[in-house]
């Protein structure tokens, strides 16, 4: 990371940009080109482990890729806002943002169900107690993202803190 000045490593502030963010950005190797996929996700974490779990049809470009080349990069932001810093002539956007790479695994069976009832169904309060249609989770890919390596960043204004 070149601004180190603006590395996050705290975990719990870590944790607060993933909590606020509701959509993870794949990066997925596509031949010459990468290919970028936003997502909805859910989130576990084990003993300082993140994993971050995604789901989708079980067919599809995204589908396909992912199980060609079981590892990703990833990305979400929580984008501020654009300042103009007229003392200094500068221009930025104020952000915090998390990114990293990533362990593709498919889930199958008991697991697959335990975690779109217990993770990504619990993830929102508005599907916490929905009766979704049970007959889509044989078509439905679930998916564990090992996160393999993570970094934190933020361009916050000069009078909030990190």
Do not use: W
Not at 33 to 48: Q, R
Not at 130 to 155: E, G, H, M, R
């Amino acid at each position: 990371m070149r601004r180190k000045d603006r590395e996050i490593t705290d975990f719990e502030a870590i944790l607060q940009i993933i909590d606020a963010c509701d959509i993870i950005r794949l990066g997925l190797a596509d031949e010459d080109f990468p290919y970028i996929v936003p997502m909805n996700f859910a989130y576990t974490v084990h003993e300082g482990q993140f994993a971050f779990y995604v789901h989708g049809a079980m067919a599809g470009r995204k589908y396909e890729l992912m199980r060609k080349n079981r590892k990703c990069s990833f990305e979400m932001d929580i984008p501020l806002k654009m300042e103009c810093i007229k003392a200094r002539k500068d221009v930025t956007m104020r952000y915090r943002c998390v990114m990293g790479t990533a362990a593709i695994t498919f889930l199958e069976g008991a697991e697959k169900q335990n975690v779109i009832d217990h993770i990504i169904m619990n993830r929102y309060e508005e599907t916490r107690n929905f009766d979704y249609n049970s007959l889509a989770v044989p078509k439905t890919a679930v998916v564990k993202l090992t996160v393999l390596q993570l970094t934190a960043k933020a361009n916050l204004p000069e009078n909030e803190a990190k």
